[in-house]
């Protein structure tokens, strides 16, 4: 029998839904369904501001993905990102001797490795906060650093560096709300650039130091990694909307026809010949059409995405404290189909190394689901393709959202990432 596996991505503008099957005796993955529809009920930066419409959102994205994939969907992975989701790093030491009588070096097990990392959740984090992820980075022993897995080494303490991610209460309670009156169970939240790392970075580009950077519609999240772990992740309020708003505001029309034409005639770079291009704006309330041309539109959606790019490569630059990335800049979300975007983010980096993501290919007669618009749903299906899904009966809800009965989603991804 086969395991199902389905990542939900809950967007500002859209919901994207993957659904992922395994077969047990060759391990291979494969993509059998997936749909995209509108987004209800969240406000610009993610959060839910009407959880019944966010349901019937749900229920909507859920029922087209079913009938593509000729499965029922039960339970889903889904990713939370935005103003919501912080993080920072910090340290956790301990003796590899539990006992503490033993000051000379004994062998690291699990047990110890454990509790270096539960040393590392050891931190204030206010009552209006949970923990998401704690991500090892490295394992220093007696003081020497780099350990990617420090079990089977000899040593007297054992540290850990750890990239922490919390999320505010009230966004995850409103989320784990939606999944519950959607008739589902919630396997797994994870932070969504992170999800994204499994279906658009390769080892090498996690090794060699990358930023992923997420266009979303109402926010761009972005996430450093360096050695195979993440060491900075953030995001900043703007997103898609904003260029939206922006042609709005400047042309003096509706927000779904600057949609409209930002969709089919916009671009932030312009490749030479096509700045004379005409474009017909729709007139409104007996307004007559206006004839512009592509270079109207290019230096309204150019200066807000350069804005945005530029806000992001200070922040990293500030705070992620890296002086060089040997690997690439990756581009996700809706966003990073913007003719022109690989081009302008080169310019804002001033690194030639940009590329937009393109999923793996998973199979299915059609392969869409890897255009960037779905790297996170379908970064939750690969991160969890190793949990075993029960796909024939309903899995017992539990409180904390989490599936108590299988080998834990997170374990999973600790695996992955070292």
Known sequence: MSSTIVGLDIGTSFIKIVIGEVNPETQKLEIIGFAKC????????????????????????????????????????????????????TKGQIGVDATGKKN?????????????????????????KRLLHILPQEYIIDGIGGYENPIGQMGVRLEVAAH????????????????????????????????????????????????????????????????????YSSSIPYGGKQVTDDIAVVKGITFDIAEKLKIEYGTCWLFGGEEKEEVII??????????????????????????????VRQDVGKKAQIKKLDGCIVLTGGGALM????????SVFRSSSVRVACGPDLGGADDSYRNPEYSTAVGL??????????????????????????????????????
Do not use: H
């Open 164 to 231: 922490l991610v919390t999320v505010s209460v009230t966004p995850y309670e409103s989320l784990r709300q939606c999944v519950i009156r959607s008739g589902y169970n919630l396997n797994g939240v994870m932070l969504k650039t992170l999800a994204e790392t499994f279906s658009s970075l390769s080892k090498e580009d996690m090794k060699l130091g990358s930023i992923l950077i997420d266009l979303g519609g109402g926010t761009t999240d972005f996430i450093v990694l360096s050695n195979g772990a993440p060491i």
């Open 104 to 128: 000379r070096p004994i062998e690291i097990d699990r047990n110890a490795k454990d509790r270096a990392i539960e040393a590392a959740k050891a931190v204030l984090i206010s009552i209006d």
């Open 282 to 311: 729709p007139g409104i309330g007996g307004k007559a059409p206006e004839q512009t041309n592509k270079l109207d539109l290019y230096e309204i959606i150019e200066s807000r995405v350069e804005e945005i790019l530029t806000m």
């Open 38 to 89: 509108p987004s209800q009920g969240l406000r610009v930066g993610g959060a839910i501001t009407n959880i019944e419409a966010c349901v019937k959102a749900i229920k909507s994205a859920i029922e087209e993905a079913e009938q593509a994939a000729g499965v029922e969907v039960l339970s889903f992975y889904t990713a939370i990102g935005g103003s919501q989701v912080q993080s920072l790093n």
């Open 381 to 418: 299906v690969i991160a969890n393709k190793d949990v075993e899904f029960v796909t024939n009966k309903k899995r017992k809800k539990n409180t904390d959202g989490q599936d108590k009965n299988k080998s834990s989603w997170f374990k999973n991804l600790i695996r992955r990432l070292s």
């Open 339 to 346: 003719p022109g975007v690989v081009e302008l983010t080169q």
